[in-house]
């Protein structure tokens, strides 16, 4: 009913020229979908933490973390209060943002490495040294906590970056753990599955031994550290009290499996993304899965006021170079596997910025067949650029409003890397590896609008929040099927239909602006009021069609 309500106001202001934009919307204060979510169409945002937002420059250098970097390499001071501020101001909202995925926050090794290229240091989370604690350079267990319950009231998800593959490098105050832990050798080769599993991703990067069931005790390093914080009895009567409770043997996956669900119970965590997830025995993620799940419905059980739907817990796996054609299986060479088949929900697509070169029809038909098909009781995670993918669909950033479109807009769920939505440069001068798709979040650019190969930051950004809310607002976008209405003008519709929940949009893309006539019989019931979520325009169906007179190429119908 308040949609409605708002959307009536807008209609009326829109007849006198005062309100002409569906992101009016926002402003008069919905911040979220009504529609049932499916993590099959949900609008994930990505960013690292370190690049985002300076919520608290106190916390900005922690461990004597102080040696000079190279650039863009070390710490910068973005933090979990960062992303909180962004969350209460409303931006995620605006973008319609379903679930946000930031980089791990666990504690990092506190030195720093130099493989020739300069020192970095673990700004991105992925080189842990304990993983019971957040990293003060990020925030604290309060920090985190707001972070979810705010997160959860604006309607938006918490996804949490899981790593069990490796720790952190050695350095000169990180000693290796023990070799009953950890492999420091071969290095993979990633000829086979044992070359891609059974050894190190790269160069000092120890690789925890998550084959073994061998019971070890924990690494000296971890014990030092706890009686020094003062938690190592709390830390050891936790770990007897899981392993009592499961009957898994003292191995090293499980300490890791109990941290990692740890958290979940704690706060909400509403799912995983999977780090390397084809470097370890696939079926260690249905072992988390399990324990992920009931840590899950206990938190539930807890906090019945703060559930937001009856969705499972929920994991996506980085499988590095799988791609939707592959359907289930992932090839190792010598081993085929599938990942869906434990516990895992979605994989991330490697192959979406090939195919985000196709035309929009043959994109979206392809992918609501494979969806629809093979897929059907499963999901891809689909992206376009990201913190270690050196060849986005868009490097240069010069085809940013069809980059848009086309991720929006594609069957699938749809991952937004932190500054895709105001062009952030992928390419920064003097940068070393992938330091250059992780500049930080051009907030500057979009306080001054700036134009960026001839299209200003503001535009790509609107273009972002108006896909993203319908997205949101509508599950069809992603997980409906897809079928086109006309070739010239292109239109096509999308229709959800799953456990008594409908939904059903039309969308039209390189139209030409002015007055349309738009066929939308067997998707709308005559009579229906829509919304043009690109114009803000209202439209009433009558004799299986609606009539819109817009300045924009987009038009996105959906009802009320």
Not at 261 to 287: C, P, V
Not at 397 to 425: F, H, I, W
Request: glycine share 10%; aromatic share 12%.
């Amino acid at each position: 009913m308040r949609k409605v309500l708002i959307f009536s106001i807008l209609y009326g202001l829109a007849g006198l020229g005062i309100f002409a934009s569906c992101s009016n919307v926002q402003a008069l204060g919905e911040t979220g979908p009504t529609a049932p979510f499916t993590w099959k169409s949900a609008n994930v945002y990505f960013l690292l933490t370190d690049r985002f937002f300076n919520g608290d420059p106190g916390n900005d250098v922690n461990f004597d973390r102080t040696r000079e970097t190279a650039l863009l390499r070390g710490f910068e001071g973005g933090d979990i209060k960062g992303v909180i501020q962004k969350i209460e101001e409303g931006y995620f909202d605006r973008l319609g943002i379903t679930a946000l995925w930031m980089t791990p926050w666990f504690e990092q090794i506190h030195g720093g490495t130099d493989e020739g290229t300069g020192v970095t240091y673990g700004f991105h989370g992925y080189w842990i040294g304990d993983w019971t604690s957040i990293d003060p350079n990020f925030g604290t267990e309060a920090d985190l906590k707001k972070l979810v319950e705010t997160a959860h009231a604006h309607g938006i998800r918490v996804v949490m970056d899981v790593i069990i593959n490796h720790c952190g490098p050695v350095t000169e105050i990180d000693p290796v753990w023990p070799d009953e832990w950890v492999r420091t050798s071969p290095q993979c080769t990633y000829q086979d599955y044992e070359s891609t599993v059974s050894c190190t991703l790269v160069k000092n990067l120890p690789d925890i031994r998550t084959e073994s069931d061998q019971a070890v005790d924990l690494p000296p390093q971890l014990l030092e550290k706890w009686e020094q914080e003062g938690r190592l009895e709390k830390e050891t009567s936790e770990l007897e009290a899981f392993f009592e409770r499961t009957g898994y043997p003292r191995a090293p996956r499980y300490y890791l499996i109990k941290w990692l669900t740890d958290f979940i119970r704690k706060y909400g965590i509403d799912g995983y993304r999977l780090d390397t997830a084809k470097h370890i025995e696939e079926g260690i993620w249905s072992e988390l899965g399990k324990e992920a799940q009931a840590a899950f419905t206990e938190w539930k059980k807890a906090h019945p006021d703060k559930v937001l739907d009856d969705n499972n817990f929920f994991m996506v796996a980085e499988v590095y170079g799988y791609g939707i054609s592959s359907g289930r299986i992932y090839n190792f060479g010598d081993r085929e596997v599938d990942f869906y088949d434990h516990s895992i929900n979605s994989m991330i697509n490697f192959e979406f910025k090939e195919s985000a070169k196709m035309s929009y029809e043959k994109l979206f038909s392809s992918y609501s067949a494979l969806l629809h098909k093979e897929l059907k009781e499963v999901g891809v995670l689909n992206y376009l650029s990201s913190h270690d993918d050196g060849g986005p669909f868009d490097r240069d950033r010069n085809r940013a409003m069809e980059a848009g479109t086309k991720l929006l807009l594609c069957p699938g769920a749809s991952q937004v890397y932190y500054g895709d939505e105001s062009s952030r440069k992928l390419v920064i001068p003097g940068t070393h590896g992938d330091a250059t798709l992780r500049s930080n979040m051009n907030w500057e650019e979009i306080e001054s609008n700036k134009v960026r190969n001839g299209v200003a930051v503001g535009e790509v950004l609107e273009h972002y929040q108006k896909l993203g809310r319908f997205r949101r607002d509508h599950p069809a976008v992603g997980a409906g099927v897809h079928q086109m209405i006309s070739k010239d003008p292109y239109f096509f519709s999308r229709i959800y239909e799953k456990d008594g929940k409908s939904d059903r949009i039309v969308a039209g893309l390189d139209l030409k602006p002015g007055k349309l006539t738009i066929d939308v019989f067997g998707v709308f019931e005559e009579g229906s009021r829509l919304v043009d979520y690109y114009s803000g325009s209202l439209l009433l169906v009558k004799k299986g069609k609606v009539e819109l007179d817009s300045e924009y190429d987009i038009v996105l119908l959906g009802t009320e």
